[in-house]
Structure formats: structure tokens, C-alpha cells
């Protein structure tokens, strides 16, 4: 008999902390689906383990779309000088991790997780951290969780616009970045005169971000008086052939560089919703590429960042909000078998290893990208 | 539990936090298909390597108590499946380093363990102490209680394992070894063997009294010899050869002076006038060297000054004097050596030893078990070798009870056929102490370093070369084996006036 997680969606228990998020509609409806995917395998049902952990990050190393910067005339670049401007302003970050956790005979089985982590003035950095919630997805289910995501990451769906589900193979980047902006529009909705700062960038019309959920996230923000900014770890934003990151590298840090030119790109259906700023907060850190709502002044913007490098630490040029948000998101290799045991306790599903097909008739040559 | 490696004679365990196994506990491996099983011990606990728990451990570093306030890091988890607990089931699993102790095959036992049982089909369990017992058979036909095992299951041994066999207890100070050595004195004494005890800082004086310092079941069967006061011999009781060793090993006489003093001596048995006072006479007058007769003088006075010696026949009472006290239904013969010096102490031990072989040569005794607290304090260098190897034979079966193990040589340890050992916490002890050929080195230092006190680990013969740790009995009689300290008084009376 396979010992079944007890669920009872009026326990208060199972119902996102009410001071830190308001609608608490998707993490129930969340909770329940994510329960009764995994009640769906079968007793005794084989859980193939991928030879190594492949996080979202591996498998989907930020999916930048690269502007080109266009004008009227040869564009120029315009370094803004920083000067920390402290004051109470709350800094929040958002980050979700998710990992595959193995295979099924029908299905793959991921984990999500997310965190948020804020700081406001000298009372040290508060977190709250969300999961792990496993998923079965199947050729079955698949359509119904991707529909749940949709549904709830934007406040009111417009009836018929639901994009078909992905395939299996690419569910885990959608899902990840479905529970980001629906978390992200939360903290909006609920924070005020705040800093919130995500991992990416403010590009929509993508598949995973229509363009309609990021003008509602940074409306949200801006009528809470929030400013949202959007950090990219690796950039290929370029000016006349020359990498940005590398052109600040000639200024004082901190400061931003801007070009005097407008983004665009090949593809119609893709919006730059955020201005679009190389930034490199202090002096031994790297550069980043910075969104910032592009409906804000740039004052206003300049400002925003002065708040960011007075209210919190900068380390290697990088915000520790988001930081600390991406280490409380991200899985570990001990985590993983948490999960598998979590799901052989509880429903009695098999840890199997699969055998490893290229190491079986390559030998030691079977090595796949990652292992060379 | 899990097996998870098996390299030589250890087998490496998967444990997890709710199975509670600790160092020194044993384990049955069972094969059913082979219908096999191998009895391991536990000697070491160590964390299991997890994956990613690096990450995990830095992860919660940041949240914990930071000393600036202003990066301090606290929160919360929203965990509603209750996924964590199987994380941190993960992170808190361990490592059990076991030794292959037996082989079970069709219920029979043997030792070493060449097989190697299934990883996906063995079941781990814990052995109970009262099924290793019963498995390993140890005899109870004499038993000696010591105490109990951690699971609360009474320990004996049995008296034969300790007969023709030497021994040796050893830990460091206040850990309880005196304590299992008066258990055995009295556990032997209760049996019926005669015991020899060299007792060093009169410890042994009141075994015969209970705690309340009443004559409890062995006050007929303690005897204590106090040399120069109710224990002192005639020089007719003493053979030529036990004196020489005496003028040569203990008082340092040079051998031309010993030829000189064997003349005198044989001299003095052949007109039966073996006394003293005749023997100082008799070097007084002796026609030698002024030389020779100054060293005569200063070493008989120095054997009149111990104290030790009669002309008074009805003083003098020899070793086999007091045999006969024992000899009938055993007891305990304890030589309190505490307020003897240095020399006295040698000169009267080497009487007890050459005497004791002479008692046993000539079969007036069977065999006479010797505890020797300290003996490097007064045995002479060449009576070691003798003791584990020509006494033994004679029937003198010693027990060394020491805190200093590398006074006794590597060669006794070597052929110790029991170690009750304690707590050590300095590794250059525990080295010397893991040459005993009964157990590896690593169960020695490993186990013996977490000993709390009271708590000993049995080596060898007694316990059929399965270790076994035990909470050392108490024992209700005087023990007097406490350390006189000076503010006990002081504090005891402001504790009182508080």
C-alpha cells in the first residue's frame, strides 16, 4: 500500500503565507495539480534517472533576444555616473529554479522551486522560499498544467488566446518561467515604492513571455510606485561590433552606458518593453545588461539603480538580492534525491538507473558534451 | 541500512538518522540466497558523502547568525508536500565503518570473511548484545560479572579465560581501571583461586569491607601483607638465590662483592645460624677486601633497615605462610606497598616473585594469578621477558593494570590474551596500545578514543576475540582508590554554610 500525502486544501498550512502574497489561488491549484500528477504513476512505476542533474540553467543558458540598436545617425554611447543615493526603499528579488528529476514510461517528472528575497533598510535580508513542488508531466497532463500556468500569470486571460502546450522536452523552460512572472506579478502587485529586480530580461512577445504579461507586471509595479529591473548575467549586446560590457570597462564604475540608439530585431512579434542600459555597479564587478520599464523617465531610471547600489550589497557588480535568490532556488544534487525518495516514500515510485546507451557502445569514448 | 563497499576485512554501511548506530555496536549481514551472514562491528561513524551537501551547508550559513545585523539573512520555507525532511534525511545519513568479526554458514560461526554478500539482496541488522553472546558461546561455567553492554545486557566472563593467560588493563587516569581490576580479583577470589595483588597505592587494602565498612562476603578471604609491619620474613625462610637477586637487582651489589656474600651465606646455612645478626657478625669478621666489605655492610644494612627482615621466628611470616591462609577455598593476598620505598618496594617483590616460583615449582601452589598495578615502578627490566614467558609456565598469571602503556613492552602486548582497555585520548598511547595481536589497530583507536568513563573495551580471549564494550559494574566495598584532594574540605564546608 503506498502511503498517500494527506491534502486538504483548507488547511491553512498549505496556503502561501497571506502577508506575502495575495492571491493564493495558482499556489493552491498549483499544490493540488502538482499532488495529483504524481498520484497519477503507477504504483511501483519506474523513475529513470538522468545520468546527471540537468538544471534550467544547463539546459536553457538565458534566452536572450539580442537587440540591434538603430538611429538616425552614427549612434553614440552615453555613460551616466552613479552616486549612491540611499533611503528606505525595499529591494526585491525573484527567482525560480526548476530540475528534471527523472523519466517515466510516460512522462517526466520536474521539480520547481521558487524564492524571493528582500531587504529594506539596516534590518538584514528576509527570504521565503517556495517548494519543492514536483510535477509528473505527461502526453495527458500536459495541456492542463501549462494551461494553469497560463492562466494565473496574467490576471485576466483572454478567452481563446491560450498558446498551445510545448513538448515535453521544452515544458520545464515554460513552466519556470510561467511561476517567475506569476510570482513576479504578486511582489508587484503587493509591494510599494519598492526596487524589484528579476533574473532576464524585459523582452516580450516570446514564447514563454507574451507581451501582454510583462506590460501587466510593470504596469502593476509602476502603479505601486515599483520600478522593476531586470539583470541579464550574459549578454550579447553589441555596438557597432564591439561587446558593451567590454566598452564600460573605460568608465568609472558605477555608472550605466546607454546607446542613443532604439532596440529592435528581426522578429515582429518581439517587444522591448525596458531600456536597455549596460551597468557596472562597482569597481571590481562585472557588467551586466540592465532593463529598466522603459514608460519611466530616464531620471527616474538613473535613480532607481543610485537606490539599488545604496540599499543593498553589491558583490562582483551583482545585486545580493538576486543573488541570495538564485542560491535559495537553486536545487542541489542532495535535493534531487530528496525528491526521489520523497516520491518513493510517499507513492511508491522506483529509483531506477537507466543503463547509459553511449557508454555502453562507446565505452570510455561515450562521453556526452558535459563529461569531456 | 544499506552495504554500500567492502575492502579488505571492512565493509563500509549506509545508515540513516532513525537507525541510531553507534561505535562499538555489532551488525549481521545476511544473505539468504547464499545463506550466508557475516557479523561486522561498527568502529567508525562518519558522515555520507552527499552530493551538493557543500552547497547546501553554505547556503544555510548565509541565513544563520550573521554578527552584522545589516546582512544578517532570515526567512521562511513554504513547503507544503514536507519535501525538506527527506533533504535533510539525506544530509544526515552516515557512513558506518565496520571490521569483519565472523561467518555465519548454516548456523555455523567462523571467523574472517572471505565472501562478499549481495549489495541489492543483504539485509542489515543490528546483533544484539544477547544474540551475539549466545552465538559466540561464551562459557559462564565460572562466571565474573562486569557490568552490561550499552542495550542493557548483563557481561560476563568467564574465570578460565582469564587462567593461564596475562593480561593487561590500561586507559588513562580515572577512567575505571582499578575498578574492573578489583572486579576481577574478587571475581576470581569468589571461585576459588589465589590471587597475588602488588598494590601500589593501597587500594586493595579494604576489599574486604563493604561500602558501609562492615566485613562483607570476601572480609574472610582478603588478606593484606603489609611488608615490615605484619608481613616480614627470617632469613631461613629465603633461598640463596631470592637473596642474591635481591642484593644484585634491587640494591645494585657488584658481582665480586655477590661471590663474596654467597660464600658467607652458604657459610652460615651449613652451621644453621642464618640470622641477621649472625650475617652482619659474619661480614664484620670476613677476611676480604676493605672494598668488598664496605659494600656488604652498606646492602645489609640497607635490607635491615627495610624493616622486612626477622630473627624473631614467631614475626616472620613466609610467602607460603600465607598460601595457607588461601589455599583451601582461595582469597586474596594484597601486598600494600603504599608506604614502602622505593628499594624496600623492589626488595620485597622480589622476594614475592622468586618465592613464588619456588612455591610453585616445588607444587605447594597450583598457579597463583599476580595483579600488578604500576609494575614498572618496581619490577626489574629482566622480569617481564620472565613473567610472560617462564612464569606463565610455572603458573604465575599476571595482570598489568597501568595508565602509562608504553611501560610495558611491545612483546607483552603482543602476547596479551586479554585487554581490558579504557579511555585514551593520546594518540601516541593508543599506538602503543593497538600492537596487541587480539584486534587491528583501527578498532583500538577508534573505539577506545569516544570511551567515556567507566566504560571499557574488552579484548581477546574473554570475549572470543569479539570486542565488546561494557559499563563497568559498580562494586559495594571500600575501594579507597580516590584521590585524597586538598579543597574537597574547604568547598564541602562553604557549600554547607551556603
Excluded at chain 2, 668488598?292 to 622486612?308: E, I, K, M, P, T
Excluded at chain 2, 612464569?391 to 612483546?411: A, C, K, L, S, W
Amino acid at each position: 500500500m503506498i502511503q498517500q500525502t494527506q491534502y486538504t486544501p483548507t488547511t491553512t498550512k498549505y496556503n502561501f503565507p497571506p502577508q506575502a502574497l495575495q492571491d493564493a489561488t495558482l499556489p493552491q491549484r498549483f499544490i493540488e495539480l502538482s499532488l495529483r500528477s504524481i498520484k497519477k504513476i503507477h504504483n511501483n512505476s519506474a523513475l529513470y534517472q538522468p545520468y546527471q542533474t540537468i538544471t534550467e540553467d544547463a539546459i536553457n543558458p538565458t534566452e536572450e533576444v539580442t537587440p540591434v540598436f538603430q538611429g538616425q545617425t552614427t549612434l553614440k554611447l552615453r555613460t551616466i555616473p552613479l552616486k549612491p543615493r540611499p533611503s528606505q526603499k525595499p529591494v526585491i528579488a525573484i527567482d525560480v529554479s526548476s530540475i528534471k528529476i527523472g523519466e517515466t514510461n510516460t512522462g517526466i517528472i520536474l521539480a520547481l522551486r521558487a524564492a524571493t528575497v528582500w531587504k529594506q533598510g539596516s534590518r538584514g535580508y528576509r527570504y521565503l522560499r517556495f517548494g519543492p513542488f514536483p510535477f509528473h508531466i505527461t502526453e495527458e497532463n500536459r495541456q492542463e498544467i501549462y494551461g494553469l500556468f497560463h492562466q494565473y500569470s496574467i490576471n485576466q486571460p483572454e478567452a481563446g488566446t491560450l498558446i498551445g502546450a510545448p513538448d515535453i522536452v521544452h515544458i520545464q523552460t515554460r513552466m519556470t518561467t510561467l511561476l517567475e512572472r506569476w510570482l513576479q506579478t504578486q511582489i508587484a502587485a503587493q509591494s510599494k515604492n519598492s526596487l524589484i529586480l528579476l533574473d532576464g530580461s524585459l523582452t516580450a512577445g516570446t514564447n514563454d513571455t507574451s507581451i501582454q504579461a510583462m506590460q501587466q507586471l510593470l504596469d502593476t509595479a509602476r502603479s505601486n510606485n515599483s520600478i522593476v529591473l531586470a539583470f541579464t548575467k550574459i549578454t550579447r549586446l553589441r555596438l557597432n561590433g564591439c561587446n558593451l560590457t567590454d566598452l564600460i570597462n573605460k568608465y568609472p564604475p558605477p555608472c550605466l552606458l546607454q546607446t542613443d540608439g532604439y532596440p529592435t530585431t528581426a522578429y515582429s512579434h518581439i517587444r522591448f518593453l525596458g531600456d536597455i542600459y549596460v551597468a557596472k555597479l562597482n569597481p571590481n564587478g562585472y557588467a551586466f545588461r540592465l532593463d529598466i520599464d522603459n514608460t519611466i523617465t530616464n531620471q527616474q531610471a538613473v535613480e532607481s539603480v543610485e537606490h539599488l547600489i545604496a540599499n543593498d550589497l553589491v558583490t562582483d557588480g551583482y545585486p545580493e538580492t538576486l543573488r541570495l535568490a538564485h542560491i535559495y532556488s537553486t536545487f542541489t544534487a542532495n535535493e534531487v534525491i530528496g525528491i526521489q525518495r520523497f516520491l518513493a516514500q510517499t507513492h511508491g515510485i522506483r529509483i531506477v538507473q537507466r543503463p547509459n546507451v553511449r557508454r555502453l557502445l562507446f565505452g570510455p569514448f561515450g562521453k556526452g558534451p558535459s563529461e569531456s | 541500512m544499506r552495504l554500500y563497499r567492502k575492502e579488505g576485512n571492512t565493509v563500509h554501511i549506509l545508515s540513516f538518522p532513525n537507525e541510531n548506530v553507534e561505535k562499538g555496536d555489532y551488525l549481521i549481514i545476511e544473505d539468504s540466497k547464499k545463506n550466508r551472514a557475516l557479523i561486522v562491528q561498527v568502529i567508525d561513524v562518519q558522515f555520507a558523502n552527499v552530493p551538493g551537501l557543500i552547497e547546501e551547508l553554505l547556503r544555510d550559513s548565509t541565513s544563520s547568525d550573521s554578527d552584522n545585523v545589516d546582512l544578517a539573512l532570515n526567512g521562511q520555507d513554504f513547503d507544503p508536500l514536507e519535501v525538506a525532511s527527506h533533504i535533510t534525511y539525506i544530509q544526515d545519513s552516515s557512513i558506518l565503518i565496520c571490521k569483519i568479526r565472523a561467518n555465519i554458514e548454516n548456523s555455523r560461526i567462523s571467523t574472517g570473511g572471505t565472501w562478499l554478500p549481495s549489495r541489492s539482496q543483504s539485509t542489515i541488522k543490528r546483533l544484539p548484545t544477547a544474540s551475539l553472546l549466545n552465538l559466540i558461546n561464551i562459557s559462564q561455567a565460572l562466571p565474573i560479572s562486569l557490568g552490561e553492554t550499552k542495550d542493557s545486557t548483563p557481561l560476563n566472563i568467564d574465570a578460565t579465560a582469564l587462567d593461564g593467560r596475562l593480561n593487561i588493563v590500561t586507559g588513562k587516569k580515572e577512567t575505571g581501571k582499578s575498578h574492573i581490576s578489583k572486579l576481577l580479583v574478587l571475581g576470581l577470589v569468589q571461585h576459588g583461586a589465589p590471587v597475588v595483588v602488588l598494590d601500589l597505592n593501597g587500594e586493595y587494602a579494604h576489599l574486604g569491607l563493604g561500602g558501609d565498612g562492615k566485613q562483607n562476603e570476601y572480609g574472610g578471604k582478603v588478606h593484606v601483607l603489609i611488608p615490615g609491619a605484619n608481613f616480614k620474613v627470617s632469613l631461613t625462610q629465603m633461598k640463596l638465590r631470592v637473596m642474591l637477586n635481591i642484593l644484585l637487582h634491587a640494591l645494585n651489589l657488584p658481582g665480586t662483592s655477590a661471590r663474596e656474600f654467597r660464600r658467607i651465606w652458604q657459610l652460615l646455612d651449613e652451621r644453621s645460624t642464618l640470622t641477621l645478626q649472625e650475617l652482619g657478625e659474619t661480614i664484620r669478621n670476613w677476611r676480604c677486601n676493605q672494598h668488598v666489605r664496605d659494600a656488604l655492610f652498606s646492602r645489609y644494612y640497607a635490607l635491615v633497615n627495610s624493616g622486612f627482615f626477622t630473627d624473631n621466628a614467631s614475626e616472620a611470616l613466609g610467602l607460603e605462610d600465607c598460601f595457607q591462609l588461601i589455599r583451601s577455598s582461595g582469597g586474596a593476598l594484597v601486598v600494600n606497598l603504599k608506604d614502602t620505598s622505593l628499594v624496600d618496594r623492589q626488595i620485597v617483590v622480589e622476594y614475592i616473585l622468586g618465592k613464588l616460583v619456588d612455591l610453585l615449582t616445588q607444587h605447594v601452589v597450583k598457579a597463583a594469578f599476580l595483579f600488578a598495578e604500576e609494575a614498572h615502578l618496581y619490577l626489574r627490566e629482566t622480569y617481564w621477558d620472565d613473567i610472560v614467558t617462564r612464569m606463565r609456565h610455572f603458573g604465575v598469571f599476571t595482570t598489568f593494570v597501568t595508565n602509562q602503556p608504553d611501560t610495558i613492552r611491545e612483546n607483552i602486548y603482543r602476547q596479551a590474551d586479554n585487554i581490558f582497555l579504557f579511555n585514551f585520548t593520546n594518540e601516541h598511547d593508543l599506538e602503543t596500545v593497538s600492537r596487541a595481536a587480539r584486534v587491528d589497530a583501527e578498532t583500538v583507536k577508534s573505539i577506545a578514543f569516544d570511551l567515556p568513563p567507566q566504560h571499557c573495551l574488552l579484548l581477546g580471549n574473554a570475549v572470543r576475540d569479539f570486542p565488546l564494550v561494557i559499563k563497568v559494574r559498580s562494586l559495594n566495598v571500600q575501594t579507597m582508590g580516590q584521590t585524597r584532594l586538598f579543597f574537597v574540605q574547604k568547598t564541602s564546608s562553604k557549600a554547607n554554610s551556603i
